[in-house]
């Protein structure tokens, strides 16, 4: 899945403003790194979106500072009440209105513990998603440059390692780093090497344009990360600071992104040979399906003529067929009664089966049979043995059921 890293500038979007972007065909590796103004980039427009699956916004150290909060039981209980309580807490610690501000929780921040909040200014961050849209871009997730590590607590010890990074920041040569208070810029120069007592086992990465610098200011090598690879590690982060009043945006920009992938889909050229495999397998399965019903719809009457077949043999008189069984039980009942053989339907048939069933019922005060139902009247059984009378009757063939104080029998479930 391609992806497309834009690195916001700090003086927000313009029409002619240059972005530096990479473009990565799989997260790892950088397929291109330049700049180029908002309709110019690799994902604005129509065929940019043909090419471009996922846009990520990347906001640079510069832009965010970063603030350790402890957050009181329930104050996630929901967004409104969560950035209430984030206002009340920064708010010492911020110069500008809180209101002007956009804040973002670190990711599982809404658990009952110390963590960061990231905090840009919600003006120019809006404004340069507006632009974005505009252009045709959908941005799918906002993640900063660095990130600090987990922020020190009275109840643990600061998690993860520094990190250092050597930078070339429009000329002029910087140190960022990312700790557990926090990620700070510094000049990079000797006072602050000195200052830092970076250990000498500890990894320095440095841009390619400030290498030999950090090299000679360290008394050590470094280890060369582009100003790309540092965007494509950044991804990789969890931080997503669409939050708070961003939430809804960024639900409608995925949906927008959603349906650039299906337009894409049924009309990039890219896509022409997989829509034809698609329409290809969809003609199989409905060609699969027509013979198969076809084989069971053979099936089902191969079975309905040897049916029909053993009803004719056994009884040649019957001239026309309309329902094989219904009529074969009615030619066996007729034959029975020409013969003087009991049926199931009969008295002496049906009393017989009640003695079976309920041996030790008392006698019914009297016996009614019409149309192949015997009625005993005036037998009331407990319930444990209605129920084991009805279950052997239903193993004969027969079906029992309470009539007010009389009981019902007849043959058939």
């Known amino acids: 899945m391609a992806t497309l890293i834009l ?3 700090r003086t927000g979007l313009q029409t002619g403003t240059a972005l530096d972007y990479v473009l990565t065909p799989d997260g790892v590796n950088v397929a291109a790194a330049s700049s180029a103004p908002l309709a110019l980039l690799p994902g604005a427009g129509a065929g940019g979106a043909n090419r471009v699956t996922d846009t990520v916004l990347l906001l640079g150290a510069a832009q965010l500072s970063w603030h350790p909060v402890q957050l009181p039981k329930g104050a996630a209980s929901s967004a409104t009440r969560l950035r209430a309580v984030l206002e009340g807490l920064l708010e010492d610690q911020l110069l500008d209105d809180p209101a002007a501000l956009h804040f973002a929780l670190a990711p599982g921040g809404t658990k009952d513990a110390t963590t960061w909040v990231a905090v840009c200014d919600k003006a120019w961050l809006r404004s340069s998603l507006q632009a974005l849209e505009a252009a045709g871009i959908t941005v799918a997730r906002i993640v900063p440059e660095l990130e600090p590590s987990a922020p020190a607590d009275v109840n643990q010890s600061a998690a993860g390692a520094d990190s250092l990074y050597a930078i070339d920041n429009a000329g002029q040569p910087l140190l960022l780093h990312a700790n557990a208070s926090g990620v700070t810029p510094w000049p990079l120069q000797a006072s ?43 991804c990789q982060s969890d931080w997503d600071l669409a939050q708070f009043e961003l939430l809804n945006n960024q639900r409608s920009r995925s949906l927008k992104r959603l349906g650039n992938a299906a337009r894409a889909l049924l009309q990039a050229p890219r896509w022409r040979a997989a829509r034809w495999s698609l329409l290809a397998l969809i003609a199989v399965n409905l060609l699969g399906l027509n013979v198969r019903a076809g084989a069971e719809r053979a099936a089902l009457q191969a079975q309905r003529k040897a049916i029909d077949a053993v009803l004719t043999r056994t009884f040649p008189a019957t001239q026309v067929v309309v329902d094989a069984p219904v009529q074969m039980q009615r030619a066996v009942a007729a034959l029975q009664q020409n013969t003087g053989a009991l049926g199931p339907r009969d008295f002496e048939t049906l009393l017989g089966a009640w003695a079976h069933a309920a041996p030790n019922a008392p006698a019914p005060s009297a016996l009614d049979f019409a149309n192949g139902e015997l009625r005993l009247r005036g037998l009331a059984l407990a319930p444990p043995a209605l129920a084991e009378a009805t279950l052997s009757l239903q193993a004969q063939g027969y079906s029992l059921r309470p009539a007010g104080a009389d009981l019902l029998l007849k043959a058939g479930l």
């Open 7 to 9: 690195t916001l500038p």
């Open 192 to 234: 602050t090497v000195a200052r830092l007592g970076w250990p000498a086992d500890a990894a320095l990465y440095a841009e390619p344009a400030v290498a030999a610098l950090a090299e000679q200011l360290f008394g050590r090598s470094v280890t060369l990360q582009s100003r790309a690879e540092r965007a494509l590690a950044a």
